[in-house]
Nanobody, 127 residues
């Protein structure tokens, strides 16, 4: 059974950090680009970051660039999103998904191109 499971969300104060994990089962993450998306209440889903198969190409949205780091461990079939300097505007449900490798670039990163999705994990940044 193909499955993606996110974990690591929670409540954190502004300026804090969290590390989200995206664990795959039923297939090998190594063949896919991995994307992280987030959706806040009343807002459209936003692409946060993606990473290609070998990890050599990584894209970050302007809203998280310099604060978030996406990495992957194909041997563990898991991806990680390290989120530092979190701010209240980062509050959202974060979901990971996978797509063909070419769907991870500054000009080609859209949720419609991503196939398998996890259930999401809530991140709340509040004092």
């Amino acid at each position: 059974q193909v499955q993606l499971v996110e974990s690591g969300g929670g409540l954190v104060q502004p300026g804090g950090e969290l590390r989200l994990s995206c664990a795959a089962s039923g297939f090998s993450l190594g063949y896919y680009a991995i994307g992280w998306f987030r959706q806040a209440p009343g807002k459209e889903r936003e692409g946060v970051s993606c990473i290609r198969t070998g990890g050599g190409v990584t894209y970050y949205s302007n809203s998280v660039k310099g604060r978030f780091t996406l990495s992957r461990d194909n041997a563990k079939n898991t991806a990680y999103l390290q989120m530092n300097s979190l701010q209240p505007e980062d509050t959202a449900v974060y979901s990971c998904a996978v797509a063909r490798p070419e769907y991870c670039s500054s000009s080609n990163f859209h949720p419609d191109e991503y196939d398998y999705w996890g259930q999401g994990t809530q991140v709340t940044v509040s004092s």
